[in-house]
Structure formats: C-alpha cells, structure tokens
C-alpha cells in the first residue's frame, strides 16, 4: 500500500515537473515574442519612410491639426485589432484626441487570409467616401460584429443599420464592382513601406509602439508633445 502510494507520489511529481517545464517554456516563449515587439519600439526610430507617405484621404479621427499623428495599420478581422480598438482606442481618445493632441489616422492593412478582411477594408472605403466622419461609426460596427461573415450583403446591411443617410445601393455597387480594391492595396503599399509586418500596427509620429502597452503609447505621445504633454 505504502509502496503503491509512493509510486503515486512519484507519478505525480513526475507529472507536476512536466508541467513546469512547459510553463516555463511557454514563458520564455511569451518573454521573447513581448521583448521582440518590445525591442521594436523601445529603439524609438522613426520609421525611415515615414517622412515620404502621404496620409491625404486617410479617415482621421481627431483634430486635423493635432500635434500627435497615430497611425494605425488596420484588419476589421484581426482580434488584436479590436481589442486595440475596445481597450486602448477610447484612453487615447479622453487623454490626447479629444484634447485636440493627437489624431489618429486608419490605413487598411488586411494580413487575415479570405475574402472577409479585404471586403470589410473596402466597404470601409467605400463608406468613407460617402460620409468622412460617419465613417467612424462603421468601423467600430465591423468590430462588434467581427465574429459575423463579412460577405457584401452583410456589409451593406450594417452600413444601412448604422448610418441611415448612407446611399447603400451605391455601396452594394461599388462592393459588387470592387471600385475601392485600389484604395485598400494603395494602403497596403504604404503599409510595407514603412515595414508593417501584422495588425494592428501602431505608430506615433512614425515611431512604432507596442499596441498592447497603454503607458508606452501615453509615454511615447508625451515625449513628442515635450513638454505640452505635461499640461
Ligand atoms: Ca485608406
């Protein structure tokens, strides 16, 4: 019995010691994947290209004079994407965009394999064409919704639900034409000139900053309003 007991207790340590290897690797996967993403805005560079892009008929969200651009590479599809939009967006909004600071600038990245990333990206454009600032109301409509299929139908639907002035039998044309696969590959062009690689990618005046980190976004905007940030 007692022997059998004991056989249990090494079992179980056996087990427990597994358990621990993989925790610790999977944290020394997590501290690598978070350093990496880390190392990248902790070297504070402005991206080289940056000062060439133009950001003209880019939606801008915030004062178009704001001393502080963001720039967010964007997927409607990517989790991460939303959870930017959900938990960061509205901090930047009642700390720096509201206050006239900062304004943040949307570029459509699509990376999500299918048809849905891409069309969401265009029936954004093309609702952007028609209303520059109901825009707004779209794209944060595809977040809530990103769990739905983005087909066209659904995307001229929920372009009807949220902006009742919109022309949607102009959306569904041009959804139906691709009028605004141009715009989004046009974006995507910007994006890999200034090496964005996934989404969301979050830039301050050209310098890259981890999305996740609040206080690092907060402490990068600060340190380029100098001190007016401490207004
Ligand atoms: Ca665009």
Redesign the pocket.
Known sequence: MAQKRKKNNQGNLIMITGVIAVLVLIGIGLYSAFSSIGGGSSNNETKAAYSEISFE???VYGKEDAPVTIVEFVDFKCPSCKEFHKGIFPQLKKDFIDKGKAKLIL??FPVIEGEDSPRAAMAG?AVFNQNKEAVWKYYEALFDNQDKEFTSEFSVELAKKELPDIDAKKLEQELKENTYAS??S??QIIGRKLEVQSTPTILINGKEVAFFNYPAIKAAIEEELGSEGDE
């Open positions: 008929n880019q939606p570029v459509n454009e715009a989004v046009d974006d």
